[in-house]
């Protein structure tokens, strides 16, 4: 009896792996496949200088790509070419290597709303951390979340920015890489809690703009910011908007 137990768990291990191997085979070659279309379609568009990487900050295949090269284009350029890759089939949110401005909505700027006040006096003393090197929220920034949430609820239907930062260690491709990553755990956190997605906007300027009176290589500066800016939902874009220049 034991002998049988111990094979059909052998048997099941087995299966497991097998099932685990080929999923992980069909998102490498639906990345590749994302890769080559992405690459016709720049290509025919005369954007033949932008890459796609269908990669997460892992390196596993990912619907959410990550734009590089280009740096010459005007903004205008970059944006046509984030929206065309976004436009293929299977594409998810689409973002730029260095964190400048890849969708460009042609909005007028809107003065902060009072809510604006309550979070940054939340933040004021506490700080949203994750484990190092990584975007896992720590315990206690789940807390402050819930904190966060509460004071945002009075302004549901505001456009609130969410923006990831990094200090200066490390490259800083993988450093707006983990400020996105960073910023979107905190976004899929407060919809959780209530706020609609609609209004959130995910941003990551990796280690260009420390805090003040912080030099770029201080801890510090590894933060999430708030930015609640307008009353008016927007129609939500499938492309996160980094910073401007």
Same mark, same amino acid.
């Given at each position: 009896?034991?002998?049988?137990? !111990?094979?059909? =768990?052998? @048997?099941?291990?087995?299966?497991? !792996?097998?099932?685990?191997?080929?999923?992980?085979?069909? @998102? *490498?070659?639906? &990345?590749?496949?994302?890769?080559?279309?992405?690459?016709?379609?720049?290509?025919?568009?005369?954007? $033949?200088? +932008?890459?796609?990487?269908? @990669?997460?900050?892992?390196?596993?295949?990912?619907? %959410?790509?990550?734009?590089? $090269?280009?740096?010459?284009?005007?903004?205008? *350029?970059?944006?046509?070419?984030?929206?065309?890759?976004?436009?293929? /089939?299977?594409?998810?949110? +689409?973002?730029?290597? *260095?964190?400048?401005?890849?969708?460009?909505?042609?909005?007028?700027?809107?003065?902060?709303? %009072?809510?604006?006040?309550?979070?940054? $006096?939340?933040?004021?003393?506490?700080? !949203?951390?994750?484990?190092?090197?990584? &975007?896992?929220?720590?315990?206690?920034?789940?807390?402050?979340?819930?904190? +966060? &949430?509460?004071?945002?609820?009075?302004? +549901?239907?505001?456009? =609130?920015?969410i923006t990831g930062h990094t200090d200066k260690s490390g490259s800083e491709a993988a450093n707006v890489a983990l400020s996105m990553d960073r910023a979107r755990v905190v976004r899929e956190a407060l919809v959780r809690r209530g706020i609609p997605r609609?209004?959130?906007?995910?941003?990551?300027? $990796?280690?260009?703009? /420390?805090?003040?009176?912080?030099?770029?290589? *201080?801890?510090?500066?590894?933060?999430?910011?708030?930015?609640?800016?307008?009353?008016? /939902?927007?129609?939500?874009?499938?492309?996160?908007?980094?910073?401007?220049?």
């Open positions: 009896m034991f002998q049988r137990v !111990i094979i059909l =768990i052998g @048997a099941l291990v087995v299966v497991a !792996i097998g099932s685990i191997a080929s999923m992980s085979g069909r @998102a *490498d070659r639906m &990345a590749e496949r994302l890769s080559e279309d992405a690459r016709e379609a720049l290509v025919a568009e005369d954007l $033949g200088m +932008v890459q796609a990487s269908f @990669a997460n900050s892992y390196g596993s295949p990912s619907r %959410h790509p990550l734009l590089s $090269g280009g740096k010459s284009l005007e903004d205008e *350029d970059r944006t046509r070419a984030a929206q065309l890759v976004r436009s293929l /089939p299977g594409v998810g949110g +689409v973002n730029w290597e *260095d964190g400048i401005v890849n969708a460009n909505a042609g909005e007028p700027s809107f003065e902060p709303l %009072h809510c604006q006040e309550d979070v940054d $006096g939340l933040l004021r003393t506490r700080t !949203i951390r994750f484990q190092e090197g990584s &975007a896992a929220l720590l315990p206690a920034s789940r807390m402050l979340l819930d904190e +966060v &949430a509460r004071a945002l609820e009075p302004c +549901v239907g505001a456009i =609130i920015a609609s209004g959130l906007r995910a941003r990551g300027m $990796g280690s260009s703009e /420390p805090a003040e009176r912080l030099t770029a290589e *201080d801890p510090a500066n590894r933060r999430i910011e708030f930015s609640v800016i307008r009353m008016e /939902p927007l129609t939500p874009t499938p492309v996160d908007t980094p910073g401007p220049r």
